[in-house]
Nanobody
Framework: VQLQASGGGLVQAGNSLRLSCATS????????MAWFRQAPGKEREFVAT????????LYTDSVKGRFTISRDNRKNMVYLEMNNLKLEDTALYYC??????????????????WGQGTLVTVSS
C-alpha cells in the first residue's frame, strides 16, 4: 500500500488548511485510516482516525472541534480539514493505513502503512 500525503504549507494562526492522502490500494475501503504528526524533537502523536466505512471518527483532545477527518472510498482518498490552526499544530503530518482494530487505532504501531509526510507550519 502506497500513501501520498499533500496539502501542507505555511499558514497564519487562525487560518485553515486541508491535507489530502492518496492511496494506491484497490482495497482502500477495507482499511482504517489515520493522521499522525511529529513536531521537531517530539515523538509522533496521534491526531485523528476514521473507520473503514467512514462511520466512526476519533480525535486527540487538542484538535477536537477544529480538525475533521473524512474519506472518499470511491477516490481512495482521505482528508484532514484543519481550522483555527494554532502555533502548536506545527508539525510534519503523516497519513497511515491498516486493518487496525479500534484499541490500537491511536498508536503508530497499529498501522503498517505510512505516507512520506507533509509539513504544516503555523506562524503568528
Amino acid at each position: 500500500v502506497q500513501l501520498q500525503a499533500s496539502g501542507g504549507g505555511l499558514v497564519q494562526a487562525g487560518n485553515s488548511l486541508r491535507l489530502s492522502c492518496a492511496t494506491s490500494e484497490g482495497t482502500f475501503s477495507g482499511y482504517r485510516m489515520a493522521w499522525f504528526r511529529q513536531a521537531p524533537g517530539k515523538e509522533r502523536e496521534f491526531v485523528a482516525t476514521i473507520s473503514a466505512n467512514g462511520g466512526t471518527t476519533l480525535y486527540t483532545d487538542s484538535v477536537k472541534g477544529r480538525f475533521t477527518i473524512s474519506r472518499d472510498n470511491r477516490k481512495n482518498m482521505v482528508y484532514l480539514e484543519m481550522n483555527n490552526l494554532k502555533l502548536e499544530d506545527t508539525a510534519l503530518y503523516y497519513c497511515a493505513a491498516g486493518r487496525t482494530i479500534l484499541s490500537a487505532s491511536r498508536t503508530p504501531q497499529g498501522y503498517p502503512y505510512w505516507g512520506q509526510g507533509t509539513l504544516v507550519t503555523v506562524s503568528s
